[in-house]
């Protein structure tokens, strides 16, 4: 038994007959007692619980017991656990009861805690998502930096799983939306290109705006792009989105386009290369057409440094961008009449928009 | 080998064992694989292998004793020897039963089709080739191909394969026989073969005609089918050019009883396709003299009917016969039984002597009053199966909105709106007063019916089948919307103009920077809705304008009218508000600019001015002063200009931006002059004193309503100018998308040519865009020939009325009288003038042929006629209105005008010294052309304007 435990197990029986006061005030009197608690109390257990909570949500079980209580058969039968591993997942369901996220009736697993209760709500798969990502990618930064700087190991594309991506940074969504809602002309017919178009959300939202938008809509990553297609399909948008995987510095379409959007990804691209990149969006656009970017920049909240420290320790992309320093670029791109708004006073979301150069007319 | 039984006939006597046989033989002699046609050893002889098609009926012809040109054919069996000799015939078996499509071991057609133009005939072959060429007088040939389908009378093979014309000399006449023995494989042969295997070819070589007068003729009329008709159609210079349908042609009948032509209809024929060159076959003008006389005299059309008379007797079927006339003589080319003849033309195009698209009641079918005048000269005069088919497109999906844009709260039924007449695009006047009226201004129905009255209806009798607008509530709301929107409207307008004008900038830049050649069919899709979107948009947007200055210039000359009496006649024609920034005016402006630049660099001045029309824009990319002057001139004047074309609605027609030739053809002419536009223009400034005079007798208030009104009338009519520019270049871009698909079509052998888009349907454009069918399924190829034989007979009907009650039929219709030589019409532009008439028929080729001070006449004009308004002395029209472009834009150049003549075109001959008087809206021949000294001026450099045809 560690010293952890014994710390918990003390703690937790102070109610209970004091059989052994002596071992009970030995093991009080240790000066080192007051960290442990407060380290089992403030960090171990919401640690635990987050990534039970992220666990739960990503695999379905808040949202199967979102429906009604559920016995562990059938739970196990909906994640699709064999037979003989089901007293592994009684036991990881047993951890949640502990954790006071579950409760447990008559046999029957069901919903306990607040945040468990919320996260199992559908409205509220981006904050789940979120959380995965936190655990999944924020966490290992912070836990593996320095070995992996001695070992000479990035992150690589592979270590992120896409599909948690494109489903977290829907947190910021309400600021994209807000962000579209700005820039996207809601009559005229639109020729939108979505550069990481991720879950194909925002595409989605444009042409909900604009009926008479039309989109190519793109993903680095094939696994994100057919989920994206499959997405489109689901929501009747196949005639007016066409989706495909695709590299922005490779596409080679005809510079149709009026719009072009990249939302949260322009850290996807390392910092020296982001003005071709931006450059590269600028010749797919039409004379006169606009480009939206957001972002969040630096300076901002605790996540958003650990993301941007993620990204420090990967071999693709780049930290997040300076407000001021993606205006320049935006400019060095090509770009005219560059703005950089901050949709929410104080938070570093940004929404920058420019204009591709016009044709020349003389006289 | 394959079996044609039926299609590829016999020759007149059949050989003595059938061709297959002898094919599965021993491989004949070659000398027996040449067969001269009508000679001996004719078809009648031994000989091996199969005619083909073509060949077989010249051979038919020429036993019969029918004047043909002579010639050998090579048959099929001369083409099999070649492919065995050379080896290609292995190639070819080695994969010989898999699909194409399939890909793997199936030669590709292209392949084998280079492979036969890269290989030499062997010695052997080509030796009895140019043996029977010897024999023949080695004269300058045409070489064409007789396939075996050919000419089946199931599906018209014609055009499919190869023809070499004018050819002569050894080494020339092979190379024309390889290349049509390689059509066989040609993308357009390939393309509509209902089997994988390729069959075989033969090929005639036979004596070039350089024929003065060619055409068709038809010993049954191939669309209405009436009885005893023989149908000719004629055109300077050889035939092709009236198959390419690039030229105009003459259409008579002939009743095959009596031989006596009953139906006569000559066309102003500006071009002609002749040899330009020994080998060089393009377009070229026609002399003057010939230009609008019959291209047959009635003794000629009697000889040539009974000729067909006895090539229908010879088969016993009805045929289509192509001939040519050479001093004096008939000659024929081809024959072949009448294929394609539309039973019933119904929609759009054609058909029935109702313009309604969907069936209607007697009461309203024979009650609607229908008028072309006034719609916007982008629909005026023929349009083809294209151009319908998209004034289709607008009536289902645009139309209504443009009502609902002027404030209409019911804007009715699609359907009804407009409708179709020989080819002709009429609104439903009737439909569109009964919706008007719930528009206050309208509300008495006769206020919007009355423009559009002519002599050629009788209102007296007209009562609006439709009735009047329910009154009640739908009246109030109706009146209560139409207030809402018009106090909506005048805060708008401005405004609208404006952003109207952006957005065109920003589409026009767009699209001049897309290659859509390199779009996928789903992006062309993509483009086209947009476009479309687009165009939708822009029409919604214009359409106010036009009514409004419509409406304030009806409301001036009703003013005028009341307070001024006689002085007010025409006062509002005299009304010369600053109309100096009208787009139209500004672009005749513009190209006087862009002379003036070309005249400052001696090497683009030479360019323009001396090289070939269709060489110009080339040779200037490749002049270090042409570049610049391109960049510098011609590229703003484009941009600004550039999306303008006549008939606009009318895809087929190329803009200035797609042919510039129009554009350098104005810039000769200036530049020829030497007169500055300044001092044309300047005359038109300020009021016309007596007018002035006038308004200023009237009281203060009613003077100032007057003034009001003028203004207003005048602000309406600039806004129309500049967003009319957004609205065409709405269609040009609509335009870029349909030649791109065009362009596939014929690079996939759908289409023959790329002048064959204009029998397209539109919505067939829209169908393969949006899906995956095949184009072979699509744009069926019998449509396409009888959307085409459609429009051919549209096209030689007389014009049919600009306005009419109920239905109309043609062949009723009272001809026009020849004699006499006054004319009258409407004032359009006031002031008096006496000058020689010069009909253009044509810009592009005729442009040039206009001399300043010349009476312009024409069948009617558009915006791109307005560099030319700027240096004529006069403006004769047959049909247009006092609200016309034209008479807009003769006003603003003070040229005395008269629009709606009806027959001025056909009345008046160029070089005829007449006056015309733009205040009586009168036009009167002083002295026939001939006894002056005038018109044979123009015919100066012929050569130069010629221009090869593809």
Known sequence: MDILSLAKSVAGRVEAPLTDLRTVTKVLSNPRMPVLLALSKGFVEPVYRAAFLASAAGSGVLAALAVRPCDLDSLAERLGVPAEDRPLLKQWLDMGVKLGDLGRREGCYRLRSLPAKALAQGGNDALAAALEEVLRFHVPALLNGPRMLREGRRFSLDDQDGLVIARSTRVVQPLVEEAISRTLDRTSPVRLLEVGCGSGAYVRYAAGLNPRLSALAIDLQQDVADRAAANMAEWGLTDRVETRQADLRTLDVQPQFDLLTLHNNIYYFPRDERVAALRRAHDLLSPGGKLLLTTSCQGGNIGLEALNLWFGYADFGGPLPHADELTDQLEEA????????????GEQFHAFTGTAKRAVAYA | MDTHVGDAKPPVTPPAEPPATRAATAPPAHAACVVTLGGDPGPAGPFAGELGGKATRLAELLDAGLPVPPGFCLTTALFEAYLR??????????????EPSAGAGAPDPRTVRERILATRMPAPIADVVLDAYGRLGRPRVAVRSSALREDSAAQSFAGQHDTVLDVSGDEEVLKAVLTCWASLFSDRATAYRDTDAPGSIAVVVQEMVHTEVSGVAFTVDPVSARPHRVVVEACQGLGEGLVSGRVSSDFFVVDDRSLDVVEERVRYKVTKCAPLAPGRIGMTKVDAAARNVPCLTHGQLRELAALAVRVRELYGTEQDIEWGLKDGEFHLFQARPVTTRPAAPAGPSGGGNSPYVTPQPDAVRQGTLWSRMDIGEIFVGLMTPLGLSFARYYQRHVHTDCAGALGVRDTGEADLHMGYYQGHVYLNISYSSHLLAQCLPTRDQRHFTARFV??????????????????????????VHWLRHTAREMTLMKSRSRQMADARLYEFDRARRLDLTRMSRRELHGELERDLGWFHDMHVGYM????????????LTELCARWLGSEGDNLQNRVKTDMSSLRTVESAKEVWAVAQAARNSPAVLRIITEEPLESITGLLHEDPDGRVFWERHMEPFLRANGTRGHQEMEITHPRWIDDPSYIFQMIRRYVADGFSIEDILKRSSGWADDSREALNRLPLPKRQVLETVISLYALCSELREATRMSMITSIWLVRNVVYEVGRRLVGQGVLHSLDEVAHLDFEDVRRYLAGEEEATRVFDRARIDSARRLYEHNKRLPEPPLTFIGEHDITAAARPVTGGTRLEGLAAGPGRVVGRARIVEDLVWQADEFEAGEILVASYTDASWTPLFAIAGGVVTDIGSMLSHSSIVARE??????VNTKHATQRINTGDLIVVDGDAGTVEVLEPAGTGEATEASEVSEATEASEVS
Not at chain 2, 457 to 478: H, K, M, Q, R, W
Not at chain 2, 544 to 555: C, K, R, S, T, V
């Open chain 2, 85 to 98: 000799e050379t080896g290609i015939a292995a190639e070819l078996l080695a994969e010989p039963s898999a």
């Open chain 1, 334 to 345: 090509g770009f005219r009449d560059v703005e950089a708004i901050r949709l929410i006073p």
């Open chain 2, 893 to 898: 150049f003070n040229v005395p005008s008269v």
């Open chain 2, 454 to 479: 002519s002599e050629e209806v009788d209102l007296a009798e007209y009562t609006n089948p439709f009735g009047t607008f329910p009154g009640g509530l739908p009246d109030l709301l109706s009146t």
């Open chain 2, 544 to 555: 106010p304008y036009y009514i409004n200055a419509f409406g304030f210039y009806g409301l």
